[in-house]
């Protein structure tokens, strides 16, 4: 039995379990506030402290306790386990030693891995894209990320840089997207950009419920308010998150016939919407897609839901490990 | 010294060639009317004296000569070696066991590969691509095909169905394509397409010299014609293929994005167009991507011209060769 550590390293919270890495089951799991403004230092101590007590309090013999993987938000020098840019934390982490500080406070190699990679890893290990050859998954949050599986191997790319979907663009000419491009999918279906939609409905005074809900305080527009009164049977919401499918469809039949996966797993907060979501993305993916059968072809919901980067970190970690020699730390 | 032949089926003619394994070098080369509309026993009886013909001919000692490569345009079993579907061809060739009835002719072991993906490979291994990790490649001719090395792989994805990025929708609203879809990235830039936006050009009556150059037999619009008034300065010629180009450069940069490839490989007959189609695909990805630095990202012309599909068989059958024991003649 082999054990490793997962940690996903959020804006907000910081998340670390054990996981058990032939099951997939997570034994001990923590969340702590990242508290992310009191800079890399504070943020790394915090995060030996979290995985010290994890290893103490589990009751796993040490021994068996092989490594740890950190997901991490942005780009990163995976080879060195370093941070490259961490655009949603204060001062962007600029080539901090993330796996050598994490290594020489816990005694275990450390490894490094983009957080959404590692959810894509997660889910085809333990999750929705289980069993799946070539997977591509696509998780909805406050931004839109993603990971390709390709023959049975988390596909990198040249820098690390293959997954970035979310900047796929749809429409040279759409609306401008936070990383200074236009009409990336991102400005179509990603949290914000619904919870926009919702706003314009109300402002433009269409007939919907969405007002209501929040007492017609826009602030408190939410993709989850949204989902609401589309669940109560709202057809401006509905065809709000229609159109988020739709763009999500999209880029999932761009992706399909690029790189031929067999499995599409929909991921992250937004993918709880469910049906409303999916089927878009399905019905759009067979609309648009002609060249081939895509009869066979999953799109599925992530499985994992929160634990999938802890997870998935953990299993990286197990992957990377193999191809070390056991003694060493760090390489 | 190891030899391959590869053999390019195409709609119009069968080319195929002795290949050094070593050096990448044609040693015969012999191109042949296909004829299609014999069927596909008459097409193969061709191929198999065509092969036996530069086996014989090259006077290399045929224990040298370890197997034979055929690149096919359409759906195929690679593993089964047999056609699935050859839009182009009379028949559409179902369930055509090429490799068997080649091998039982030739007494060599015969492999099928996509005609597309045999010249990305081709160009990988000697060509434009060479020594690129990861590395994407669009052949714009009558279609627009791909092919996608991974991690010096070549990716083939479900079915085989990885590459077919002719058919990525730029626009789910755009033209009518070929393959029953809408807006797919071949309705704008490939050779048709742009014969099509010359074609328009002069029934609109648009300032531009490309129908003289035809005597204004709209029948003798060609991109080669529209290339040359280009190159003559005309400045409606010159938007036509940057039009194409940044179609090209939009499908590009969204596998950039996804994929992650270190180099971009641009063929076909239409790329032999140059610089006035590649200086727009350059500058949409740059304008495009915001995510992360192009600036290492290459994108180069093909190099191999019309050998690439012969080569890329040639070597594909080399690296499928190697899987096999050295006795068996077809799995």
Same mark, same amino acid.
């Given at each position: 039995m082999e054990y490793f550590l997962g940690c996903d390293l959020g804006g907000t919270n910081l998340r670390a379990g054990l996981v058990?890495?032939?099951?997939?089951?997570?034994?001990s799991l923590i969340s702590v506030p990242t508290i992310a403004r009191e800079g890399h230092a504070a943020v790394m101590a915090r995060m030996a402290n979290l995985l010290n007590d994890i290893i103490r309090d589990s009751g796993i013999p040490t021994h068996l306790i092989r490594g740890i993987g950190i997901g991490a938000p942005g780009a990163l020098d995976i080879q060195n386990g370093? @941070?490259?840019?961490? /655009?949603?934390?204060p001062g962007n982490?600029?080539?901090?030693p993330v796996a050598d500080t994490i290594s020489a406070a816990t005694n275990l190699p450390v490894y490094l891995i983009n957080d959404v990679r590692a959810i894509t890893f997660g889910e085809w290990r333990f999750g929705a894209?289980?069993?799946?050859n070539t997977l591509a998954c696509i998780a909805i949050g406050t931004g839109i990320g993603g990971g390709l599986i390709l023959d049975q191997k988390l596909h990198l790319g040249y820098g690390g840089?293959?997954?970035?979907?979310?900047? @796929?663009?749809?429409? /040279?000419?759409g609306p401008r997207c936070?990383?200074?491009?236009?009409?990336?999918?991102e400005t179509y279906a990603s949290g914000p950009a619904i919870a926009a939609m919702g706003l314009k409905a109300i402002t433009q005074g269409l007939n919907t419920s969405i007002g209501a809900l929040v007492d017609y305080d826009l602030n408190r527009i939410t993709p989850k308010v949204i989902y609401q009164a589309a669940m109560e049977g709202d057809p401006v919401a509905r065809e709000i998150f229609d159109r988020a499918g739709q763009a999500i469809g999209l880029l999932a039949a761009n992706l399909i016939v690029a790189v031929g996966p067999d499995t599409i797993v929909i991921g992250g907060g937004v993918a709880q919407a469910g049906e409303i979501l999916l089927d878009p993305i399905r019905r759009t993916i067979r609309n648009l897609i002609k060249i081939f059968s895509v009869d066979e072809i999953q799109v599925v919901p992530a499985r994992l839901g929160n634990d999938a980067g802890v997870i998935g970190s953990a299993m990286w970690a197990r992957e990377r490990n193999l191809l070390r020699a056991p003694t060493r730390v760090q390489d």
């Open positions: 058990n890495a032939t099951s997939g089951d997570v034994l370093r @941070t490259l840019r961490l /655009p949603n934390f982490w600029p080539n901090v894209g289980h069993g799946a840089k293959a997954g970035e979907v979310g900047h @796929t663009v749809l429409d /040279p000419h936070g990383c200074g491009g236009q009409g990336c999918v």
